[in-house]
Nanobody
Framework: QVQLVESGGGLVQPGGSLKLSCAAS????????MAWYRQAPGKQRELVAF???????RYADSAKGRFTISREYAKNTVYLHMTSLKPEDTANYYC????????WGQGTQVTVSS
């Protein structure tokens, strides 16, 4: 059974930074693509950033140049480093892993506000 636990969300001022973490249980981490999604109130869940098992990355246009996804195999953890945050980045951020099925974390809230 795969479990994903996110952390690192919070309240930050516009222009600030946050680093989200997602710790994965199980032995599938090193061979599984992973991603960060977000969902704002009243909106659909959207892909923010994606990383393959070998470390190749892809970003939503809204995240390019500001967000960085990375993974640390020794800790079974994937990160999302977010900089130059804007109010429109406010959302619940979810970690995602695909290993024959889709697995989601419980989400961590990011609020960008002055």
């Amino acid at each position: 059974q795969v479990q994903l636990v996110e952390s690192g969300g919070g309240l930050v001022q516009p222009g600030g930074s946050l680093k989200l973490s997602c710790a994965a249980s199980g032995s599938t981490f090193s061979i599984s693509p992973m991603a960060w999604y977000r969902q704002a109130p009243g909106k659909q869940r959207e892909l923010v950033a994606f990383i393959t098992s070998t470390g190749n990355t892809r970003y939503a246009d809204s995240a390019k140049g500001r967000f960085t996804i990375s993974r640390e195999y020794a800790k079974n953890t994937v990160y999302l480093h977010m900089t130059s945050l804007k109010p429109e980045d406010t959302a619940n951020y979810y970690c995602y892993l695909n290993y024959g099925a889709a697995y989601w974390g419980q989400g961590t809230q990011v609020t960008v506000s002055s």
